[in-house]
């Protein structure tokens, strides 16, 4: 126990835990020095300053895994994920760290740049299509109350919005004013003046992988996803780096129509292979095409082949990223591996933070093989109450809270069901979760009228 009796031996083991958690657990480790300064209580002056130090270092390990965890999803383009990051870290910011502050700030803006070259650099998934950016002044009311959005120069537009083009910025630039004004449509919601504008400059130039690519994502937006694979296809041929429209095209042809209609499977590897051609001719996005790829052999339930895809990411630099660990758990619920799953997305759980997704990902586990349901409640439960990081609209929240109500439906707190089904409803819950909600409310009074809800421990 040591010579001061049982605080000292408390604060030391403490401190141990703490002391192996610090490489991968750097923000528990700070927690741990913290509580052992605690059980110190001011004794053993140079005990105390060693604590403090190492709780900064944890923290400053901590911050700095977060910042380069940003840097990664920057990388990829994936900004939803770099921005809950960087929410993360700027939560654990302590007052006067203008140094820290000013590098989230530089990554927050980061962000919002890559954000603005979203539109045609990033990768798009089947049926996503094109982001709209409208800036706050172009939105106007028609005469029939829907949404237009309009700018008096679209020339002058297309220098604001060009930025979104990325490494094609230049050559988007040489083009004719009439892409330029398709594209500015495109961008303000005009789907069919911006098609008609790429068609006509696709036409005009029939060898560029550019337009091809651009068309493409326009059409697969329009719900024309044979034309749109088409064009993506052409991009790829005209310019075999062209990435993100690899990944499209790899999308459509292994997407719902890649397992279950006729000649499904031929889809589905022809996909794979299509991947695989990108990790080889541009091994720098390596993490992008083997997400697509695990993704693909998951939907086919093709569980062993997807662990053997991510096994060798997860052993290294990019074993911290959580969609990793998204897409491992629901490889092992296909092979039917159900301890391993769940330890996997709580893992994606923890290495999320705040962000509301990957909890709904755990609830959904929890509730399709009915375990885990008390910890599903409570991080749902939290994340309703808390939402600190990710700020969600009300719609959002309201989905959440479905997913609350299910879980205390499985859980038999039918009371507790009961209210939150009734109460969502009330307040006038999205048009696609009512049928739901209904048929949860009627489950959850028959319940009831045999049983009153058992008290909670």
Not at 225 to 236: D, L, Q, Y
Not at 398 to 418: H, K, P, S, W
């Amino acid at each position: 126990m040591g010579l001061f009796g049982s605080g000292k031996g408390k604060h030391e083991a403490l401190e141990a835990k703490a002391d192996g958690l610090l490489g991968a657990d750097p923000l528990e480790a700070r927690r741990l020095y913290r509580e052992a300064l605690r059980k110190l209580g001011g004794k053993d002056a140079p005990a105390v300053e060693r604590l403090r130090a190492k709780a900064r270092e944890a923290r400053a390990r901590f911050l700095e895994s977060k910042l380069a965890e940003a840097e990664r999803f920057l990388e990829d383009r994936i900004c939803d994920a770099a921005g809950e990051s960087l929410a993360i870290a700027r939560e654990n910011l302590e007052p006067g760290e203008d140094e820290w502050t000013a590098r989230v700030a530089a990554l927050e803006a980061r962000i919002r740049e890559v954000e603005q070259t979203a539109t045609v650099a990033r990768p798009i998934r089947a049926g996503e299509g094109l982001p709209v950016v409208v800036p706050p002044e172009a939105l106007a009311a028609d005469d029939d109350g829907a949404e237009a959005y309009e700018v008096e120069d679209p020339l002058a537009a297309f220098e604001m919005y060009a930025g979104m083009l990325g490494p094609d910025y230049e050559h988007a630039t040489a083009l004719s004013d009439e892409f330029k004004i398709g594209f500015v449509a495109f961008q303000l919601g005009d789907r069919a003046a911006a098609l008609q504008a790429f068609q006509s400059e696709c036409a005009r130039h029939p060898e560029d992988g550019f337009l091809h690519e651009v068309l493409a994502q326009a059409l697969d937006q329009d719900g024309r996803e044979e034309e749109a694979a088409a064009h993506f296809r052409r991009a790829v041929e005209i310019q075999p780096e062209r990435s993100n429209a690899r990944l499209a095209l790899a999308q459509l042809m292994a997407g719902p129509r890649g397992g279950d209609a006729p000649g499904g499977e031929e889809g589905t590897a022809a996909a794979l292979e299509l991947l695989a051609d990108g990790e080889r001719l541009d091994p720098g996005h390596t993490l992008l095409f083997r997400i697509a790829k695990s993704e693909i052999l998951v939907a086919r339930r093709r569980g062993a082949e997807a662990l053997a895809t991510l096994d060798p990411l997860l052993q290294s630099a990019y074993e911290k990223e959580p969609v990793l660990w998204q897409l491992y758990g629901a490889a092992l619920e296909t092979q039917g591996s159900l301890d391993d799953a769940e330890t996997a997305y709580r893992k994606f759980v923890r290495l999320s933070g705040q962000a509301m997704a990957p909890r709904a990902a755990f609830a959904e586990f929890a509730l399709r093989h009915g375990r885990a349901l008390d910890e599903a409640e409570k991080i749902i439960f939290e994340t309703c109450l808390g939402c600190q990081a990710t700020r969600p609209d009300e719609e959002q929240l309201d989905r959440y809270g479905v997913i609350l109500t299910r879980i205390q439906m499985a859980r038999g707190e039918y009371r507790a069901a009961l209210d939150g089904a009734e109460r969502l409803l009330a307040k006038g819950a999205p048009s696609d979760l009512v049928a739901g909600l209904e048929a949860l409310r009627r489950a959850a009074r028959a319940a009831l009228s045999g049983r009153e809800e058992p008290a909670e421990s």
